[in-house]
């Protein structure tokens, strides 16, 4: 079967984008990494994606202002042109509007830094800590209109110690953010995983 062609799109320094094209080197992954974009131009992630061979490109959203469906087609009209089919957000720091997501419907996933349904939005770290929750983790989860919402895809746990400060929480999860991201990926690019039809509250698979 043909490989999928996945963009990550990316804003800050890129391990989640890294632990995908680490990932998708293997022979049998069903995807391959076609593309980065990123919405800033000093995201240090675009030097770590040229180094692995990938074509790194900016579409910086800042001259297009308030007009968030302008940066969008541009963005949208990247992705058509390199032919791609699964858009990764790694660490990618833009709302994104319901045309954009809708025209990537069931293509699209995001990885949060945190157990979903908990601690949408951000600085979950130290929420978690202040909630005092025991175990905290990541999910990787189909993007829908409503931000942090989607079906999940993949989510795993850590602990949470009792010496634990939001730098050595954020640490650990982000290894779970590296386990599940390959792994929620493959399950989209293999046709295990699929966006369940509006309405239908049954879950993934
Ligand atoms: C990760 O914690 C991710 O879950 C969140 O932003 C961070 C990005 O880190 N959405 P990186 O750029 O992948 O290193």
Not at 15 to 40: H, Q
Not at 177 to 199: F, V
Request: some cysteine; proline content about 6%.
């Amino acid at each position: 079967m043909r490989k999928k062609r996945v963009a990550i799109l990316i804003s800050g320094r890129g391990s989640n984008m890294t632990a995908l094209i680490e990932a998708a080197k293997a022979d049998d992954y069903p995807a391959e990494i076609a593309l980065v974009v990123s919405n800033r131009p000093d995201a240090s992630g675009l030097g770590r994606a040229r180094d692995a061979g990938i074509a790194a490109v900016v579409i910086d959203h800042a001259p297009f202002g308030e007009d968030r469906e302008a940066f969008e087609r541009a963005l949208d009209g990247k992705l058509q042109a390199c032919r791609i089919d699964i858009v990764c957000l790694a660490g990618f720091m833009r709302l994104l509007t319901p045309w954009f997501v809708t025209r990537w419907s069931g293509r699209m996933l995001n990885i949060h830094p945190a157990l979903l349904p908990r601690f949408k939005g951000l600085h979950t770290h130290r929420r978690a800590l202040k909630a005092g929750v025991p175990r905290h983790g990541a999910t990787v989860h189909f993007v829908v209109p409503e931000m942090d919402a989607g079906p999940i895809v993949e989510q795993d746990s850590v602990e949470v110690r009792a010496s634990d400060t939001e730098a050595t929480l954020a640490e650990r999860v982000l290894e779970v953010e590296h386990r599940i991201y390959p792994r929620a990926l493959r399950a989209l690019a293999e046709g295990n995983a699929k966006l369940p039809p509006a309405g239908d509250k049954d879950g993934v698979n």
